[in-house]
């Protein structure tokens, strides 16, 4: 009898462990459906966010505006943080220079080690480019010792943007319930102009955003630091390009006068970070241009203390574009070494 019960027992348990499997298995099948079908109803609405390749709504939107747009073949990259995206008018660089074909590669939130990551990114993914165009403000050089290099996954950014897989699957990949829910909240507002932090973009990739300089504090304070991690991440990226004859030019950009008067008023920050920059780059034949010097922009004209307000934008950069002659698309082949 014992026999009998064991063998029943046994039995027992195996259909018990069947159907666990069984419910297991439907669970995770509802919950894949449910899933996409609130990602595609999310996607109806217009409230999904990008898919989260680097979990910053932010990159993520740029990513997959890259991915939907072809940019034909840009000899000019812009490259850097926010200043680089928000600061630098593609359309007014192509109305002052007609032999200008920019990308701007900017993203937010990005040190100079990272920006140097990303742009060396593109560069790889586009052949065409003869001139990287780095466009940088004293505070992207705070941190680069502190901050990984890799701003994203980049296997996931080259199957996603350059390899056009499904969007669907990076959803399942990285998902996070609390970012999402943040992103799905505000997302809409943010693919609309006019909001500060927009995520619209030109036809170029730039990102233009306008708003009155009273709305705003200057939010950034006095500069930690300059970290020389940074120049040596910059160093790098031109000994890549001069090895390639590609040439690169480093532009600051404007600085808010009530910053520099607050918390630089001698210059002395500005001096340094020139030195650091020239240092890191001349070797290789790189250039800088100092947009703080060779504009004179009035404090309406500023977002914040180093961002522009769109119309201040078309200014600089007309005065860029038009010391980006054809040349410098050529001149580092007069550099093909490194340092």
């Given at each position: 009898m014992d026999a009998i019960y064991g063998h029943e027992h046994h039995a027992s348990e195996k259909s018990n462990h069947g159907t666990y499997l069984a419910a297991a298995l439907a669970g995770a099948i509802l919950f894949v459906v449910g899933a996409f079908s609130l990602l595609v109803v999310l996607e109806w609405f217009g409230r999904l966010p990008p898919p989260p390749i680097a979990n910053n709504i932010c990159i993520?939107?740029?990513?997959?505006?890259?991915?939907?747009?072809?940019f034909g073949s840009p000899n000019v990259?812009?490259?850097?943080?926010?200043?680089?995206?928000?600061?630098?008018?593609?359309?007014?660089m192509v109305s002052a220079a007609k032999h200008l074909q920019p990308l701007n590669g900017g993203?937010?939130?990005?040190?100079?080690?990272?920006?140097?990551?990303?742009?060396?990114?593109?560069?790889?993914?586009?052949?065409?480019?003869?001139?990287?165009?780095?466009?940088?403000?004293?505070f992207d050089f705070e941190?680069?010792?502190?901050?990984?290099?890799?701003?994203?996954?980049?296997?996931?950014?080259?199957?996603?943007?350059f390899g056009r897989a499904s969007?669907?699957?990076?959803?399942?990949?990285?998902?996070?319930?609390?970012?999402?829910?943040?992103?799905?909240?505000?997302?809409?507002s943010m693919r609309k102009p006019g909001h500060f932090y927009s995520l619209v973009f030109t036809k170029f990739g730039?990102?233009?955003?306008?708003?009155?300089?009273?709305?705003?504090?200057?939010?950034?304070?006095?500069?930690?630091?300059?970290?020389?991690?940074?120049f040596s991440a910059l160093a790098s990226m031109a000994d890549r390009l001069a090895s390639e004859s590609k040439a690169i030019m480093v532009v600051g950009v404007p600085l808010h006068p009530k910053w520099k008067e607050l918390y630089d008023h001698d210059g002395t920050i500005r001096a340094r970070l020139r030195e650091g920059i020239v240092k890191a780059i001349e070797p290789s034949g790189g250039k800088y241009w100092?947009?703080?010097?060779?504009?004179?922009?009035?404090?309406?004209?500023?977002?914040?203390?180093?961002?522009?307000?769109?119309?201040?934008?078309?200014?600089?950069?007309?005065?860029?574009?038009?010391s980006i002659g054809p040349s410098l698309l050529n001149e580092a082949a007069a550099h093909p070494g490194s340092r």
């Open positions: 993520d939107e740029k990513l997959s505006f890259m991915r939907d747009r072809s990259l812009i490259a850097g943080s926010s200043v680089a995206w928000r600061s630098i008018d593609g359309e007014a993203f937010c939130g990005l040190q100079v080690n990272q920006a140097a990551f990303v742009g060396d990114w593109l560069v790889d993914r586009f052949a065409s480019i003869r001139t990287v165009v780095f466009v940088v403000s004293p941190g680069c010792s502190t901050s990984p290099m890799a701003a994203f996954d980049l296997a996931a950014a080259d199957e996603y943007v969007k669907w699957s990076f959803y399942m990949r990285n998902f996070d319930p609390g970012s999402m829910v943040r992103n799905v909240l505000r997302v809409g730039d990102g233009p955003v306008d708003a009155l300089s009273s709305e705003r504090t200057l939010m950034y304070g006095p500069l930690r630091r300059l970290d020389g991690t940074c100092d947009g703080d010097a060779e504009s004179s922009t009035s404090s309406e004209e500023f977002l914040d203390a180093i961002h522009l307000r769109w119309p201040a934008t078309k200014t600089l950069s007309k005065k860029l574009a038009e």
